[in-house]
């Protein structure tokens, strides 16, 4: 037990996997029966990712779906340091952590370096553009809280202006996976709750189409699951292009590849996923082609074993795989759960990380209150088998109490979904703010 109250364990991202792991060793470490740990985030809060659409949409009230990184580290009994990763001594052992400025440029926190014995990075991931023109300068993209909020904002200020002087509303989302499908279905859901709160002409005055370069939409489900959604998309009003890559963006819209083009005033780029850009200064880690950092089956990056990466930013493939595996809230989880399990018993005795198994439990996406899919992956009694409707509503909610539960605890966990249940039925559907 010294052994490990004299660890600094070092967790970098204050995603899925980042801060159940912080939360979990620090609970330890509360208990004096861990290492002291400390969580790095750029943020000031989590909100868990498959969340971001409806933040994103205004269907869900940011401030009931988040947890605040200094709530959660006095709560849980770890140390939480705001900032940005910007470089990494792996010889000295230490993070560097970027300087904090004010909107207005006064420096408020300057760069920093902290210590550690063990670093686990899960700086996550974010959309890619593929270096496509225009998207950069044009578009909103939705991988994070801030993200989300700057796109609500946006969308509000087009919103008011339809509502008062009739003007049309074109949206076009480039990405047919989860984020994109559900993103359409929040954003139409929006327009028809409005109409309750007077604006009556607004589902009329809003197109929304969605954009896939590939053949079909959620290209990691089964078949039927992508087939039944285009056509619940399509049946809502949804216009729905596959098998389209885009060659560029300009205020206007989309430029198509094979000439054409599509007219959108707010534009959303939720295609393909890389790793950050800082993944590539980090004192020689070994990265991926698409830029994460490749790990050993114990989670272990390949040139230090003292550092390890788990969720988007890490890239495994398993020895039964020819690739790595997907860049989900689901893998993320399981390895943060595989480093809670091991990670002390290594420290403690020295003893060798277990390989990491996955197991693949389907996948889930929900159309708001319209529908949803779910795919039971193979593992199970049901393994194979295609949910749809309340059963795999259901399920999704389940995901997002499970995640609550492992990070405030079971009865806590319990309270947030009552008190949600509560803001549901008291406040508007809608941010009307």
């Given at each position: 037990?010294?052994?490990?109250?004299?660890?600094?364990?070092?967790?970098?991202?204050g995603?899925?996997?980042?801060?159940e792991v912080?939360?979990?060793f620090?609970?330890?470490?509360?208990?004096?029966?861990?290492?002291?740990?400390?969580?790095?985030?750029?943020?000031?809060?989590h909100?868990?990712?498959?969340?971001?659409?409806k933040?994103a949409?205004?269907?869900?009230?940011?401030?009931?779906?988040?947890?605040?990184f200094?709530?959660?580290?006095?709560?849980?009994?770890?140390?939480?340091?705001?900032?940005?990763?910007?470089?990494?001594?792996?010889?000295?052992?230490?993070?560097?952590?970027?300087?904090?400025?004010?909107p207005?440029?006064?420096?408020?926190?300057?760069?920093?370096?902290?210590a550690?014995?063990?670093?686990?990075?899960?700086?996550?991931?974010?959309?890619?553009?593929?270096?496509?023109?225009?998207?950069?300068?044009?578009?909103?993209?939705?991988d994070?809280?801030?993200q989300?909020?700057a796109?609500?904002?946006?969308?509000?200020?087009?919103?008011?202006?339809?509502?008062?002087?009739?003007?049309?509303l074109?949206?076009?989302?480039?990405?047919?996976?989860?984020?994109?499908?559900?993103l359409a279905?929040e954003?139409?859901l929006?327009?028809?709750a409005?109409?309750?709160?007077?604006?009556?002409?607004?589902?009329?005055l809003?197109?929304?189409?969605?954009?896939?370069?590939g053949?079909?939409?959620?290209?990691?489900?089964?078949?039927?699951?992508?087939q039944?959604?285009?056509e619940?998309?399509?049946?809502?009003?949804?216009r729905?292009?596959?098998?389209?890559?885009?060659?560029?963006?300009?205020?206007?819209?989309?430029?198509?590849?094979?000439?054409?083009?599509?007219p959108?005033?707010?534009k959303?780029?939720?295609?393909?996923v890389?790793?950050p850009?800082?993944?590539q200064?980090?004192?020689g880690l070994?990265l991926?082609?698409s830029?994460?950092?490749?790990?050993?089956?114990?989670l272990?990056t390949?040139?230090?074993?003292?550092?390890?990466?788990?969720?988007?930013?890490?890239?495994?493939?398993l020895?039964?795989?020819?690739?790595?595996?997907?860049?989900?809230?689901?893998?993320?989880h399981?390895?943060?759960?595989?480093?809670?399990?091991?990670l002390?018993?290594?420290?403690?005795i020295?003893?060798?990380l277990?390989d990491?198994?996955?197991?693949?439990?389907?996948?889930?996406?929900s159309?708001g209150?319209?529908?949803?899919?779910?795919?039971?992956?193979?593992?199970?009694?049901?393994?194979?088998?295609?949910?749809?409707?309340?059963?795999a509503?259901?399920s999704?909610?389940m995901l997002?109490r499970?995640?609550?539960?492992?990070?405030h605890?079971f009865?806590r966990g319990?309270?947030?979904?009552?008190?949600?249940?509560?803001?549901?039925a008291?406040?508007s559907?809608?941010?009307?703010?």
């Amino acid at each position: 037990m010294n052994q490990l109250k004299d660890h600094n364990l070092v967790v970098v991202g204050g995603g899925v996997a980042g801060l159940e792991v912080a939360t979990a060793f620090g609970r330890r470490s509360k208990r004096g029966a861990g290492a002291s740990v400390t969580l790095v985030d750029r943020d000031a809060s989590h909100i868990w990712k498959p969340m971001l659409h409806k933040i994103a949409a205004g269907t869900a009230n940011t401030s009931q779906q988040q947890t605040t990184f200094l709530a959660q580290a006095r709560a849980a009994g770890f140390t939480f340091q705001p900032g940005e990763l910007s470089g990494l001594d792996r010889k000295a052992r230490e993070v560097e952590i970027a300087p904090i400025h004010a909107p207005d440029g006064r420096l408020l926190v300057p760069a920093r370096r902290l210590a550690y014995n063990k670093l686990i990075l899960a700086v996550g991931s974010q959309a890619n553009d593929f270096g496509t023109p225009g998207v950069a300068e044009n578009c909103f993209m939705i991988d994070s809280r801030r993200q989300a909020d700057a796109f609500n904002n946006e969308l509000r200020i087009r919103l008011l202006q339809c509502i008062a002087q009739k003007d049309k509303l074109s949206i076009g989302i480039v990405g047919g996976g989860a984020t994109g499908v559900e993103l359409a279905a929040e954003l139409l859901l929006l327009a028809e709750a409005a109409t309750a709160y007077g604006a009556y002409d607004l589902p009329s005055l809003i197109s929304i189409t969605l954009i896939e370069s590939g053949p079909r939409l959620l290209a990691a489900f089964p078949e039927d699951i992508s087939q039944f959604t285009r056509e619940k998309l399509e049946t809502l009003g949804i216009r729905v292009m596959t098998g389209v890559p885009v060659n560029a963006a300009d205020p206007d819209g989309f430029q198509l590849q094979d000439g054409s083009r599509v007219p959108a005033s707010l534009k959303v780029w939720a295609a393909g996923v890389k790793a950050p850009e800082i993944l590539q200064n980090l004192d020689g880690l070994e990265l991926s082609r698409s830029g994460q950092l490749i790990v050993r089956a114990s989670l272990q990056t390949t040139i230090d074993p003292d550092i390890y990466a788990i969720g988007d930013c890490a890239s495994l493939t398993l020895s039964d795989a020819q690739r790595p595996l997907p860049p989900t809230a689901q893998v993320a989880h399981q390895q943060a759960q595989h480093l809670i399990r091991h990670l002390d018993e290594a420290i403690e005795i020295g003893a060798q990380l277990p390989d990491f198994q996955y197991k693949n439990l389907g996948s889930i996406v929900s159309l708001g209150e319209y529908d949803a899919f779910a795919s039971l992956g193979q593992f199970g009694f049901f393994k194979g088998m295609s949910l749809r409707g309340r059963l795999a509503q259901l399920s999704h909610i389940m995901l997002y109490r499970s995640h609550q539960a492992r990070l405030h605890g079971f009865w806590r966990g319990s309270l947030l979904w009552i008190i949600d249940r509560l803001d549901a039925a008291l406040r508007s559907s809608i941010r009307l703010d």
